[in-house]
């Protein structure tokens, strides 16, 4: 290993531009004769467009153009599409109701865009579009879940009866009913997965700019996408031919799921600026990003578990209800089924598995992937129910799990969910965090706190997760309307420096470091010497962008493929220089050597005489060195581990503290142990915020309680602890790199140990369910009704 | 329209401006000064946060006229000569950025609570002052790391 190569924690080359001031997102991007969009937006949830007056408007001063659905029809844009076709289980293909950029003829969420108003400046847009006069008539709301699937509920859509988008199924019904009868108990449990926001710090924008010259578009977006999106906007909405499109995404303020998705917002950008002829730029604000981000979570499910008289488990059978929203974003159905239901077996052997999902379809924004989609809803249902099992056999609630726990001797392990495990070490995990948390001193620290009038608790989460999806086949048969590959193009300039140009994009994940780590790794050049570009259509193949951790795995072991291609050809032209076979030469340590002498070359003269090609192999060897690579995996990978949650709560207020956090992931072989670290820490956050804090709340009508930070809570530095990583290596056995992914592991195993910690707290009192998240008056509301209880 | 005269980042600047510019509009648009961001609207986010004369404050919650004649420090300002600031170091030796879009925010804040200490804040000290600036990617650990290790480099110790 070099000092920057893989396994140093490298500083971040891209910090500097960021510690600077210096980065560029959307939003500081300003093109020469810049205009401004504002949208006017739903107040209703459901209701029928009436009229829409747009001359105050067009007449305000700076105002350039009032655009609205009859517009979007007129001009014959494509709806948003949706990028996964699930089938329910008669087969029949899920509704997929029609999504236009603008409403027409209905509205169906508060925030669904009514018209588009383009002025000179940000300001004056702003004003005209308080003078767009809209006439509604207001329909009854379908907002919440549980009211939607209600008997005669409101429908969203006619053509989806009980608001119902698809009725999935996987597993084997009549295996797990086998399994139930056979049970010594069962232990049912029923769970809601609360609806969050994801909040990236840099709300959305998008700036599109059309030049009728080259009839050409550029699209700078706030995106993790952007070939994505390039291909949706060809394809699908914008239809233009790809090669008149340019999507850039500059520097992206986190994106964390949110930024995965085609907006209707990046269609019209474009759309408006061919109509009025400059740029136009559209910039949410935080109000705005509440009302049209995609949400993530909100799930309600109840589940069973059947168990032998020993403990083992035997079989589960879940029904869960998933809220799509008014709309189905780009991989909404993906969420609560491939990547959801596939997930229930967790770390754990179970013989028989069984999931109905039913999607439900809300007048509210659409719900899509959030840090972890799907692998967070199985988790928290599977952890909170072998949890409630350990309380209700009298079991230690590690030790259940340890006998439950995939042996390391049966990977590959073939779930009953479709998934198959390459490789993992639960035990050794488990054994990790309970070390580092100090697991044998916690009924001491538990009465040290009753005797200081607080309650103590202990959660546990053992979890796995999958990471990048794939194999495009596989997905491509699920339902995927995409491939799920990735591609890297690797250029060696003549003087040394290297470039490497990857589809996936970085929003903080540190890519530009990690990835310019692999160059150095195996080519021996400076770390200083390599650049990665990401983010823009025009200098990359192509790709698929960054989300489920699929990055390293699979961008990575794109580049990985691009590095064998250019080490194979400079040894070509080692063979030729050295004046040896090829088949002799080898490289290694940033040198081609002949086998077993000292005839070398550097690697820095190879690539100089692929550009010079003065003494070189030139009838059989084209010049220059430059490869790129596609590379389309054989399976998910999959990260697990074991998170431990130490909580202390004042039964005064409710309050719930957490005093300490530790836990081991599996997430394969690491790159850069410094962002691996940083990545956990900040999923570790975000699940944190989900149990105790976030909640995105709908009322009855369908209107955002929860629009602003002043009423949606975030996790602020005072809420949180430090917290101990730790990490046990089993390397994925089919990516050239070992690589797993790491992005969601805290949004993914935390939640649960939270919960499940509170209850353990809380378990003296005699409370014993807890909905996410525990906030304090909730908290303290089971307090007392327990103690009336009692 | 209103004029306005500011010292930035030590230079002396005019803004003409409509009376309601907010004065993170006047940096971000009308002196081009893009690395102060806007990340919410009711100013609980603290991505906005710039020094007027030598304090912090959320530039979103002030209009520029209100600064006319003042002294401002944006993150533009905080490297000297090509030098990261200390506060800038500590936040890339310990990894207390991800995005980099609540950064600048951070780092202003978190100088001033440590120009305002006469020691190295505590940890808890840390989080407190923290409470008005939102970070989504690091969790927290890495910048409370990051700011105790500022506060002891703008000391000129290690």
């Given at each position: 290993m070099t000092t920057t190569g893989i396994g140093a924690s490298v500083r971040?080359?891209?910090?500097r531009r960021f510690l600077l001031g210096k980065g560029q997102y959307t939003d500081d991007l300003v093109l020469a004769d810049q205009t401004y969009a504002m949208f006017v937006r739903s107040p209703h949830a459901a209701a029928v467009i009436t009229a829409i007056d747009t001359a105050a408007a067009l007449a305000?001063?700076?105002?350039l153009a009032v655009l609205t659905g009859a517009d979007v029809a007129a001009d014959g844009l494509g709806g948003i599409p949706c990028g996964w076709l699930v089938k329910s289980k008669d087969g029949s293909n899920m509704v997929e109701p029609p999504h236009p950029a603008l409403a027409q003829g209905k509205v169906r969420h508060?925030?669904?865009?009514?018209a588009m108003v383009i002025a000179t400046s940000k300001a004056a847009a702003k004003a005209a579009a308080g003078l767009v006069d809209v006439d509604y008539d207001v329909l009854p709301a379908a907002a919440r879940l549980d009211d939607a699937v209600a008997d005669g509920a409101p429908r969203v859509?006619?053509?989806?009866p009980g608001n119902v988008c698809f009725d999935w199924h996987i597993g084997d019904p009549a295996l797990t009913d086998a399994a139930f009868a056979q049970a010594a108990r069962v232990i049912e449990i029923d769970v809601t997965n609360n609806r969050v926001a994801p909040n990236a710090m840099e709300p959305r924008a998008a700036n599109g700019h059309y030049e009728t010259a080259t009839d050409h578009y550029t699209l700078y977006t706030t995106s993790q996408n952007p070939h994505l999106t390039r291909l949706l906007l060809g394809?699908?909405?914008?239809?233009?031919?790809?090669?008149k499109l340019r999507v850039v995404a500059p520097d992206?303020?986190?994106?964390?799921?949110?930024?995965i998705f085609h907006y209707a917002e990046e269609l019209l950008v474009l759309w408006a600026s061919r109509r009025v002829g400059r740029p136009v730029k559209w910039t949410s604000d935080r109000s705005e990003a509440f009302l049209t981000d995609a949400h993530g979570r909100d799930h309600h499910s109840v589940a069973k578990l059947a168990v032998d008289a020993s403990g083992k488990f035997l079989g589960l059978r879940v029904h869960t209800y998933a809220n799509m929203g008014a709309y189905l974003s780009t991989f909404a159905p993906a969420?609560?089924?491939?990547?959801y239901a596939t997930l229930l077996s967790g770390p754990y052997d179970f013989p028989a598995i069984y999931a109905e999902v039913k999607a439900i379809f809300t007048n509210t924004v659409a719900v899509d992937a959030y840090r972890g989609a799907g692998r967070p809803e199985a988790s928290y249902l599977l952890e909170r129910l072998v949890d409630k099992a350990a309380r209700e056999l009298g079991r230690d609630p590690v030790e259940l799990r340890r006998q439950n726990l995939i042996q390391p001797?049966?990977?590959p392990y073939q779930t009953q969910v479709a998934l198959q495990y390459d490789i993992g070490d639960y035990q050794a995990t488990l054994d990790l965090a309970l070390a580092a948390i100090d697991h044998a001193g916690f009924p001491a620290r538990r009465a040290e706190a009753a005797a200081r009038g607080k309650l103590r608790g202990l959660g546990i989460s053992t979890y796995i997760e999958a990471c990048g999806i794939a194999p495009s086949a596989l997905v491509g048969a699920l339902?995927?309307?995409?491939?799920?590959y990735e591609a890297a193009n690797v250029r060696v300039h003549p003087t040394g420096g290297v470039t490497v140009f990857t589809g996936t994009h970085s929003h903080g994940q540190g890519h530009e470091t990690t990835f310019a780590q692999l160059i150095c790794e195996r080519l021996?050049?400076?770390?200083?010497n390599v650049e990665v570009v990401h983010g823009d259509t025009d200098r990359i193949p192509f790709g698929m962008g960054t989300?489920?951790?699929r990055s390293l795995a699979v961008g990575g072991s794109a580049i990985v493929k691009a590095l064998d291609k250019i080490v194979d050809k400079g040894k070509k032209i080692a063979a030729h220089l050295l004046e040896a076979n090829v088949a002799d030469v080898e490289f290694k340590d940033g040198q081609y050597r002949?086998?077993?002498?000292?005839r070398v070359k550097a690697f820095g003269e190879v690539a100089f005489a692929a550009y010079v090609?003065?003494?070189?192999?030139i009838e059989t060897v084209e010049p220059g060195l430059e490869e790129s690579a596609f590379y389309d995996p054989k399976n998910f990978t999959f990260p697990g581990g074991t998170h431990l949650v130490e909580v202390e709560i004042d039964p005064e207020t409710g309050v719930v503290e957490v005093v300490d956090v530790a836990i081991a992931d599996?997430?394969?072989?690491?790159?850069?142990p410094m962002i691996v670290d940083g990545q956990a820490h900040g999923g570790l956050a975000q699940g944190i915020g989900q149990a105790l804090l976030e909640e995105a709340v709908y009322d009855a009508e369908g209107?955002?309680?929860?629009?602003s930070y002043m009423s949606y809570c975030m996790p602020r530095a005072a809420d949180l602890p430090n917290f101990k990583v730790g990490n046990h290596v089993t390397a994925c056995?089919?990516?050239?790199?070992?690589v797993k992914g790491v992005g969601e592991v805290g949004a993914i195993g935390c939640p649960p140990a939270v919960i499940n910690a509170v209850l353990d707290a809380l378990a003296p009192v005699g409370v014993t369910d807890m909905s996410m998240p525990a906030t304090p008056e909730k908290v303290w509301r089971a307090i007392q009704a327990a103690k009336k209880g009692a | 329209m209103a004029t306005v005269t500011l010292k930035v980042n030590g230079k002396e600047l005019t803004v003409d401006c409509?009376?309601?510019?907010l004065l993170v509009e006047a940096l971000r648009?009308?002196?081009?000064?893009?690395?102060?961001?806007?990340?919410?609207?009711?100013?609980?986010?603290?991505?906005c946060v710039v020094h007027v004369d030598g304090r912090s404050v959320k530039?979103?919650?002030?209009?520029a006229v209100e600064a006319d004649g003042a002294a401002l420090t944006t993150i533009e300002g905080m490297a000297q000569g090509g030098e990261l600031h200390p506060m800038q170091a500590a936040f890339k030796e310990h990894h207390?950025?991800?995005?980099?879009?609540c950064t600048p925010g951070m780092i202003m804040s978190s100088t001033d609570l440590c120009a305002r200490s006469?020691?190295?804040?505590?940890e808890g000290e840390v989080r407190h002052w923290l409470e008005g600036n939102l970070c989504r990617?690091?969790?927290y650990h890495n910048i409370v790391k990051a700011v105790r290790a500022g506060a002891d480099g703008m000391r000129g110790g290690k």
């Amino acid at each position: 290993m070099t000092t920057t190569g893989i396994g140093a924690s490298v500083r971040r080359k891209e910090d500097r531009r960021f510690l600077l001031g210096k980065g560029q997102y959307t939003d500081d991007l300003v093109l020469a004769d810049q205009t401004y969009a504002m949208f006017v937006r739903s107040p209703h949830a459901a209701a029928v467009i009436t009229a829409i007056d747009t001359a105050a408007a067009l007449a305000a001063p700076d105002v350039l153009a009032v655009l609205t659905g009859a517009d979007v029809a007129a001009d014959g844009l494509g709806g948003i599409p949706c990028g996964w076709l699930v089938k329910s289980k008669d087969g029949s293909n899920m509704v997929e109701p029609p999504h236009p950029a603008l409403a027409q003829g209905k509205v169906r969420h508060v925030g669904d865009p009514v018209a588009m108003v383009i002025a000179t400046s940000k300001a004056a847009a702003k004003a005209a579009a308080g003078l767009v006069d809209v006439d509604y008539d207001v329909l009854p709301a379908a907002a919440r879940l549980d009211d939607a699937v209600a008997d005669g509920a409101p429908r969203v859509w006619d053509e989806a009866p009980g608001n119902v988008c698809f009725d999935w199924h996987i597993g084997d019904p009549a295996l797990t009913d086998a399994a139930f009868a056979q049970a010594a108990r069962v232990i049912e449990i029923d769970v809601t997965n609360n609806r969050v926001a994801p909040n990236a710090m840099e709300p959305r924008a998008a700036n599109g700019h059309y030049e009728t010259a080259t009839d050409h578009y550029t699209l700078y977006t706030t995106s993790q996408n952007p070939h994505l999106t390039r291909l949706l906007l060809g394809a699908f909405t914008l239809k233009v031919s790809e090669h008149k499109l340019r999507v850039v995404a500059p520097d992206v303020g986190g994106g964390f799921g949110s930024k995965i998705f085609h907006y209707a917002e990046e269609l019209l950008v474009l759309w408006a600026s061919r109509r009025v002829g400059r740029p136009v730029k559209w910039t949410s604000d935080r109000s705005e990003a509440f009302l049209t981000d995609a949400h993530g979570r909100d799930h309600h499910s109840v589940a069973k578990l059947a168990v032998d008289a020993s403990g083992k488990f035997l079989g589960l059978r879940v029904h869960t209800y998933a809220n799509m929203g008014a709309y189905l974003s780009t991989f909404a159905p993906a969420v609560p089924t491939y990547l959801y239901a596939t997930l229930l077996s967790g770390p754990y052997d179970f013989p028989a598995i069984y999931a109905e999902v039913k999607a439900i379809f809300t007048n509210t924004v659409a719900v899509d992937a959030y840090r972890g989609a799907g692998r967070p809803e199985a988790s928290y249902l599977l952890e909170r129910l072998v949890d409630k099992a350990a309380r209700e056999l009298g079991r230690d609630p590690v030790e259940l799990r340890r006998q439950n726990l995939i042996q390391p001797d049966q990977f590959p392990y073939q779930t009953q969910v479709a998934l198959q495990y390459d490789i993992g070490d639960y035990q050794a995990t488990l054994d990790l965090a309970l070390a580092a948390i100090d697991h044998a001193g916690f009924p001491a620290r538990r009465a040290e706190a009753a005797a200081r009038g607080k309650l103590r608790g202990l959660g546990i989460s053992t979890y796995i997760e999958a990471c990048g999806i794939a194999p495009s086949a596989l997905v491509g048969a699920l339902g995927a309307r995409a491939g799920l590959y990735e591609a890297a193009n690797v250029r060696v300039h003549p003087t040394g420096g290297v470039t490497v140009f990857t589809g996936t994009h970085s929003h903080g994940q540190g890519h530009e470091t990690t990835f310019a780590q692999l160059i150095c790794e195996r080519l021996g050049v400076s770390i200083d010497n390599v650049e990665v570009v990401h983010g823009d259509t025009d200098r990359i193949p192509f790709g698929m962008g960054t989300y489920g951790s699929r990055s390293l795995a699979v961008g990575g072991s794109a580049i990985v493929k691009a590095l064998d291609k250019i080490v194979d050809k400079g040894k070509k032209i080692a063979a030729h220089l050295l004046e040896a076979n090829v088949a002799d030469v080898e490289f290694k340590d940033g040198q081609y050597r002949v086998v077993g002498t000292d005839r070398v070359k550097a690697f820095g003269e190879v690539a100089f005489a692929a550009y010079v090609p003065h003494n070189y192999p030139i009838e059989t060897v084209e010049p220059g060195l430059e490869e790129s690579a596609f590379y389309d995996p054989k399976n998910f990978t999959f990260p697990g581990g074991t998170h431990l949650v130490e909580v202390e709560i004042d039964p005064e207020t409710g309050v719930v503290e957490v005093v300490d956090v530790a836990i081991a992931d599996d997430v394969g072989v690491i790159v850069n142990p410094m962002i691996v670290d940083g990545q956990a820490h900040g999923g570790l956050a975000q699940g944190i915020g989900q149990a105790l804090l976030e909640e995105a709340v709908y009322d009855a009508e369908g209107q955002l309680l929860t629009g602003s930070y002043m009423s949606y809570c975030m996790p602020r530095a005072a809420d949180l602890p430090n917290f101990k990583v730790g990490n046990h290596v089993t390397a994925c056995t089919h990516n050239p790199l070992g690589v797993k992914g790491v992005g969601e592991v805290g949004a993914i195993g935390c939640p649960p140990a939270v919960i499940n910690a509170v209850l353990d707290a809380l378990a003296p009192v005699g409370v014993t369910d807890m909905s996410m998240p525990a906030t304090p008056e909730k908290v303290w509301r089971a307090i007392q009704a327990a103690k009336k209880g009692a | 329209m209103a004029t306005v005269t500011l010292k930035v980042n030590g230079k002396e600047l005019t803004v003409d401006c409509a009376p309601r510019t907010l004065l993170v509009e006047a940096l971000r648009e009308h002196l081009r000064l893009t690395g102060t961001h806007v990340g919410c609207d009711t100013s609980q986010c603290g991505a906005c946060v710039v020094h007027v004369d030598g304090r912090s404050v959320k530039s979103c919650t002030m209009l520029a006229v209100e600064a006319d004649g003042a002294a401002l420090t944006t993150i533009e300002g905080m490297a000297q000569g090509g030098e990261l600031h200390p506060m800038q170091a500590a936040f890339k030796e310990h990894h207390g950025l991800q995005c980099g879009f609540c950064t600048p925010g951070m780092i202003m804040s978190s100088t001033d609570l440590c120009a305002r200490s006469a020691t190295t804040p505590t940890e808890g000290e840390v989080r407190h002052w923290l409470e008005g600036n939102l970070c989504r990617c690091t969790g927290y650990h890495n910048i409370v790391k990051a700011v105790r290790a500022g506060a002891d480099g703008m000391r000129g110790g290690k």
